[in-house]
């Protein structure tokens, strides 16, 4: 959705998409705007969760709970359920889904499990994405005059230009670039506490085999999972940041996350977006 500032301003239902990385202040965004106005607040990492991973989700936790037969014998019998509480500010079933890749003696997965738990993620995202003209319909059922789409980090993962067509149709995509201080702060929290991320198929292969040899190491079930995460972020990051800009270029627009920081409300950050748009 292409649009000058005086059209955005004089909207009644403001639509946006929010597109980078996980930390550069989507959701403090996403608050400061919903203080002032009401704002329909979609999260993709909770759609995705709570809908399109939400069986496998529970199906791994059955499966881990079956290797001890105690148990496993009350969970066939129905004496005990399990649920799935995500919540948008509690997403740790998802990540404990995802996974990380290595030594699964050191709480990691299998090359073989961790890319199929991979392309399992990519496949939810993608139709989370293009769930979001329904869900700004039902937005406005409910009263909602504004929406906004708060998408994972790894959205411009999916080179799916049907995905962002739709989200351009129906939305403004504002990419919120990380400054130089940012990306410091994003790579320390990755290596101070690794979480576990999303990757394409051939970036993760490539950088596998770079730190495999680096490491001297034979076995993708030789690596630490943890000390790979804060070994491949700043990579990731390098990766992504391309893409990105090249969705902002060709369906959106660019804000700094330095310059997001310094809003206290939704009026700054309504003047930041018009600078942008102009």
Known sequence: MKLSAAEFKQSNNKRLTLLGMSGVGKTHLSKLLSNKDKWYHYSGDYR?????LNKPILDNIKQNIKQDAWLA????????SIQN??????????SAFLGKVGNP?????????????????????????LDVPKFIKKSGQQGFNHFINDAGGSLCELDDDNVYQTLAKHTLILYIRAGKRNE????????????????????????????LAEQDLTYVAQINPDAFVGWIFPRLLEHRVPKYEAIANQYGYTIDSE???????????????YGALD
């Open 259 to 273: 310059d997001l920081y310094q809003c206290n409300n939704a009026d700054e950050v309504f003047k930041l977006i």
């Open 48 to 52: 995705i969760g709570a809908e399109y």
């Open 184 to 211: 410091s702060a994003l790579v320390e929290r990755a290596q101070t506490h690794p979480k576990p991320l999303y990757y394409q198929a051939e970036f993760l292969k490539t950088q596998l085999s770079i730190y």
């Open 85 to 94: 509480h995500i919540t948008f500010d509690n997403l740790s079933s998802v």
């Open 73 to 80: 014998a009350l969970l066939d019998n129905d004496s005990i």
């Open 105 to 129: 003696e050191q709480g990691g997965l299998p090359i073989d499990e961790f890319t199929h738990r991979q392309a399992l993620h990519r496949e939810a995202e993608a139709s989370t994405m």
